[in-house]
């Protein structure tokens, strides 16, 4: 019903920024939940961020809280996550999903639908 597609991915230095997007297309967001999820290599995907539509609402893992900013264009139907302050810690594949719900849900099998994720890569 909807398809993601991430994209700003890219190499960086510890202290850099980058910024993420996540363009939807098929079904809209309406009240639903976006959220950000990231994999490093031999890690289980963890929760990043989340924004309710509805009202741009965020919320954020303790581990990037004051780092990231989630926001999302309405009109371009895209979910941007500001990552400032980046650490190697931060080296991931970060992957877009949506819930059709507009409950709150930091679980991966909360989300059933996924983005092919963007590399995100922090030297020290």
């Known amino acids: 019903q909807v398809q993601l597609v991430e994209s700003g991915g890219g190499l960086v230095q510890a202290g850099g920024s980058l910024r993420l997007s996540c363009a939807a297309s098929?079904?809209?967001?309406?009240?639903?939940?976006m959220g950000w999820f990231r994999q490093a290599p031999g890690k289980e995907r963890e929760f990043v961020a989340a924004?309710?539509?509805?009202?741009?609402?965020?919320y954020y893992a303790d581990s990037v809280k004051g780092r990231f900013t989630i926001s999302r264009d309405n009109a371009k139907n895209t979910v941007h996550l500001q990552m400032n302050s980046l650490k190697p810690e931060d080296t991931a594949v970060y992957y877009c999903?949506?819930?059709?719900?507009?409950?709150?849900?930091?679980?991966?099998?909360?989300?059933?639908?996924w983005g092919q994720g963007t590399q995100v890569t922090v030297s020290s």
């Open positions: 924004i309710r539509w509805s009202d741009s609402n965020p």
């Open positions: 098929g079904r809209t967001f309406g009240n639903y939940i």
């Open positions: 999903a949506t819930r059709y719900s507009y409950r709150w849900a930091t679980a991966t099998d909360d989300y059933p639908y």
